[in-house]
């Protein structure tokens, strides 16, 4: 007998290898597609843009207003205050014109003949006259006498036992004080009042006595 390899012959040997081979191949995965990247927004990216430039330009504006304002304060403490060093040293020259003012007696004065009569006038003059000057350069008196002790502007070198004004109150003044601008440059030398009622029950006493 004749097997069946045999009837059919080389073709029906090839058919079958060939149907195997197919059953046998794995099947192909389908590709999987990768996404698109997006294209950038030219309109989003020219706002973002303008709104970092903006930001820039407004930050740059703050800084140069703020140097502004820093040296036109600059400018004007230096011309207020530009003179504080020699104004001071010419507030002892001052103290100096009044002590030898003060240094002649009443009496002395009085009975003085016309040349030490002019001398003493002309030393008055001369202290008035630096006195005028200093003050168109910003520089004032401080007059204390009769206010509350302020330790800002005054400087308390004694107290003075007096019961009928307020406790505090500048009662004397041993040494003038003077300012410059709004700051001080010589605190005044006084002497401040001890025993008498605080100065808020003062004001409020005072208060009182008005609405009475």
Excluded: C, W
């Excluded at 206010?147 to 019961?163: I, L, S, T």
């Amino acid at each position: 007998m004749t097997d069946d390899t045999t009837k059919n012959g080389p073709d029906a040997a090839a058919a079958d290898a060939q149907a195997q081979t197919k059953t046998e191949a794995p099947e192909a995965t389908p590709a999987v597609e990768e996404p698109k990247a997006e294209t950038p927004d030219p309109l989003a990216a020219l706002q973002a843009e303008n709104a970092d430039l903006r930001d820039r330009f407004l930050r740059l504006a703050a800084d140069m207003d703020n140097l502004r304002r820093r040296t036109d304060r600059d400018v004007k403490d230096a011309k207020s205050y530009a003179v504080t060093s020699f104004a001071r040293d010419m507030l002892a020259v001052s103290d100096n014109l009044r002590r030898a003012i003060e240094a002649v007696p009443a009496e002395a004065r009085e009975a003085a003949e016309a040349g030490l009569a002019a001398l003493i006038e002309g030393v008055e003059m001369t202290e008035r006259h630096m006195l005028s000057t200093l003050e168109r350069h910003g520089v004032k008196k401080i007059e204390p006498e009769g206010q509350r002790f302020d330790p800002n502007f005054h400087q308390a070198m004694f107290e003075v036992p007096n019961p009928n004004v307020p406790n505090n109150t500048v009662v004397q003044v041993v040494q003038a004080g003077y300012t410059i601008g709004d700051r001080v440059l010589r605190p005044a030398m006084v002497g401040v009042a001890k025993g008498g009622p605080k100065a808020d029950s003062a004001a409020a006493q005072e208060e009182t006595s008005k609405a009475e």
